[in-house]
Every structure is written in C-alpha cells, then in structure tokens.
C-alpha cells in the first residue's frame, strides 16, 4: 500500500489529504476519526452510499406531488370516479389498522420477517438518511411519507381492478371501447 504523493503520483493525479489513501491496486480509502480503520473500502462504494443519500432526499419530492395527488382525489377535484376510489381506499386503510389493533402480533410478526431484509440492505441507512434530512429542511417529511403511503394503496387498487375486472371476468378496458 502506497499513500500518494506528489513525487509517486500518477500523472495528473496529486492527491495529499491526511485521512485519505490510494492503495496500489488502485482502490480508495477515506479515514473517519480513527486513521487506521477506513470508512469506505473503495471508492465506488462511497460513491454508491452517496448516490443512496441522495436518491433518499430526492425521493422527498414525489411523495409531496403524492400527498396533493391525493387531496386532489380525495376532495374530488380529479373526478368522481377518483373520489369514489379513494373513499375505498381509505376504508381499506382503515379496516387494515383496524385489524392490527385487535390483532398486533400480526404487526410484531410483519416487522420480524422484514426486518433482516431491511437490516441487510447497505443503501437502505444512506437512503434513510437522505430522505430524513430533506424532509427536515423542508419540512415536507410528513407530507411525503403520507403520499407515498397513499399512492402504493392507490397502486395496490389499480392492481386489484386489473386483476379482478380484465383479468377474471373479461370485462374490456375502457380503452379497447
């Protein structure tokens, strides 16, 4: 392992920063508050843990559109047939929660089957973060966590109806009349 600097740096490349190493097999190291322990073992790692933390701040954006796609559908300014969707819809949620309420261990059980998958997904914490901080700075955390958990019932509906309707009965599409 070889630390760069400016007389055994390659050429347009002078990197000398206290906590950060170029090995010779060309991997990146940056060092945290302990210098001997890296942080990230490569620098394509570091850059997929940012590129998660971003992702995770973006992602603030759509759920906010979700959350006013959703008043809009819920006080009807979309159509009728929206407001009568979503009526359903919350009283799908409604029923669900009220199902967890008299059965909890079904929630207790749902969080221990998932959580192992969660735990060991490396982008989820970075996504986690980036996705808290914005909502934060924004203040649109709430807002978004609302419209994105309302859109996925929503998308859940729609697939139901494509199932049920098309897929079952045969009933045609509104766009093969």
Do not use: C
């Not at 207790?108 to 996504?127: F, G, H, K, S, T």
């Not at 994105?148 to 009349?177: M, Q, T």
């Amino acid at each position: 392992m070889a630390d760069i600097e400016p007389n055994n740096s390659p050429p347009g490349f002078n990197v000398v920063e206290p906590g950060f190493r170029v090995f010779d097999d060309g991997l990146v190291a940056t060092y945290g508050a302990d210098l001997g322990q890296p942080f990230f073992s490569n620098l394509g790692e570091a850059a997929a843990w940012v590129n998660a933390a971003v992702n995770g701040a973006y992602s603030v954006l759509p759920g906010v559109y979700n959350a006013g796609r959703a008043v809009a559908r819920g006080t009807g300014l979309i159509g009728g047939d929206e407001f009568r969707r979503f009526g359903q819809e919350a009283d799908a949620i409604g029923s669900g929660l009220g199902k967890l309420v008299e059965r909890p261990e079904l929630a207790v059980r749902a969080v221990q089957e998932a959580w192992p998958i969660l735990r060991d997904n490396p982008r989820m914490w970075p996504y986690l973060g980036g996705r808290a901080a914005m909502g934060m700075l924004t203040h649109l955390g709430p807002a978004a966590m609302a419209g994105d958990a309302l859109r996925a019932v929503e998308k859940g509906h729609n697939l139901a109806d494509a199932f049920l309707y098309h897929g079952i009965l045969g009933n045609p599409s509104r766009d093969s009349r």
